[in-house]
């Protein structure tokens, strides 16, 4: 059990000496400028979220006015289909 704390103290002064260490890599300047290009990039996905939700909303809204004509053509490229092969098999067999 002590073991497991000693690690465990160990592993806590590591992780504070490295961020300790860390920071001093680290200009602030530089960390606001990435803060900045974050904020920029999270707005523009934002904004393409949006726009990709509105063209959903509209694909949604146009195949709702074509699904109709997508079956009935279907429904007629089925039975010219069964015509064509009966037409076919007289053909072939007489």
């Known amino acids: 059990m002590e073991m497991e ?3 465990k103290e160990a592993m ?5 000496e490295v961020s300790r260490e860390f920071k ?3 200009n602030a300047d530089d ?6 290009s974050q904020h920029l990039i999270l707005g523009r996905l934002q904004d393409s ?8 909303e509209y694909s949604e809204h146009c195949f709702s006015e074509v699904s109709g004509d997508f ?4 429904r007629l490229l089925r039975s010219m ?3 064509l092969d009966y037409i076919f098999q007289k053909l072939w067999y007489n």
């Open 49 to 56: 979220n949006a726009v990709l939700a509105h063209f959903n």
């Open 31 to 36: 960390l606001d400028s990435l803060k900045q």
């Open 81 to 83: 289909k069964s015509d």
């Open 71 to 74: 079956s009935r053509n279907t």
């Open 12 to 16: 806590r002064a590591a992780s504070a």
């Open 24 to 26: 001093t890599l680290i």
């Open 5 to 7: 704390q000693t690690e």
